[in-house]
């Protein structure tokens, strides 16, 4: 269980390292930090002006600062907590595009009755993916391969 101390220490400790790196990039944001008691994660939302760079090409710059983040707060620390980190709203923006993609291949895959592989994604990207289609009884999904390169396939059920 995570208290009240270390959601507000790590929040801190979050927002310390993320201000620095912006502040070193010239860039000024907003932070607004909340803790995600259904995710079970520390959700830290940036917003700005130029913040793209930060996110990055299919959001590996965002998928680093998340990781390193983490890192920062969880150092000499038994609790851990997990880092959930935005720019811009990147991720809710990325969120509706998976939930998209996932129903579109699953129609294919029950229109067709063959797989569909997606490509490689995050733990996070897969995660919503598996949770967008865990519902429906005609399709499986499955994760593949070893990370980076770890993908998705979308298959029928097996009866």
């Not at 310390?16 to 070193?24: E, K, M, P, S, V």
């Not at 996110?55 to 965002?62: A, L, M, N, T």
């Not at 990370?147 to 998705?152: E, G």
């Amino acid at each position: 269980m995570i208290t009240q101390d270390v959601i507000n220490e790590s929040t801190q400790k979050a927002e310390d390292f993320l201000r620095q790196i912006l502040t070193q990039a010239g860039r000024e944001a907003e932070f607004e930090s909340n803790w995600d008691e259904e995710a079970g994660s520390l959700k830290v939302v940036i917003t700005g002006d130029n913040l793209s760079d930060f996110i990055g090409e299919d959001g590996k710059v965002i998928d680093s600062l998340q990781y390193l983040t983490t890192l920062v707060v969880n150092k000499k620390r038994d609790d851990f907590v997990r880092i959930l980190l935005d720019i811009d709203g990147y991720r809710e923006k990325r969120k509706q595009e998976l939930i998209k993609l996932a129903i579109e291949k699953a129609e294919l895959v029950k229109a067709e009755g063959s797989p569909v592989s997606l490509p490689a994604m995050s733990p996070y990207e897969r995660r919503v993916i598996h949770m967008t289609l865990q519902d429906d009884d005609c399709i499986e999904t499955e994760s593949q391969g070893k990370d980076p390169y770890r993908y998705l396939v979308i298959k029928p059920a097996e009866e």
